[in-house]
Nanobody
Framework: QLQASGGGLVRAGESLTLSCAAS????????IGWFRQVPGKEREGVSY????????FYADSVKGRFTISRDNAKRTVYLEMNSLKPEDTAVYFC????????????????????WGQGTQVTVSS
């Protein structure tokens, strides 16, 4: 089970950090992805982190602004979001995959077997 939290309403240029807490999983065995979705659009991959945090990937739209990290002792993955833009407004989801993904497939949502419930991020201009 995954629980995403930390969303909220912020102004453009401000920051938020999302958390994804896991339970009932052998957390260290799972790689984690963050996705986001706006109404009427496909859910898109935002970022990914491998089991030992030795591999991370980002969507081009967030590179240089977002940072993903994990604390396996706390069974939690974080998404630090800086310099937020109105186009970052979406519901953000975390998802878990048992194994490794690479730069070509980390963003494919069908790879992920476990999903959190989503947390709303709204960025005003």
């Amino acid at each position: 089970q995954l629980q995403a939290s930390g969303g909220g309403l912020v102004r453009a240029g401000e920051s938020l950090t999302l958390s994804c807490a896991a339970s009932n999983l052998t957390f260290v065995d799972y790689t984690i992805g963050w996705f986001r979705q706006v109404p009427g659009k496909e859910r898109e991959g935002v970022s990914y982190i491998s089991r030992r945090a030795d591999s991370t990937f980002y969507a081009d739209s967030v590179k240089g602004r977002f940072t993903i990290s994990r604390d396996n002792a706390k069974r939690t993955v974080y998404l630090e979001m800086n310099s937020l833009k109105p186009e970052d407004t979406a519901v953000y989801f975390c998802a878990a995959y048992l194994g490794y993904l690479n730069g070509r497939n980390w963003h494919r949502r069908l790879n992920y077997g476990y999903w959190g419930q989503g947390t709303q991020v709204t960025v005003s201009s």
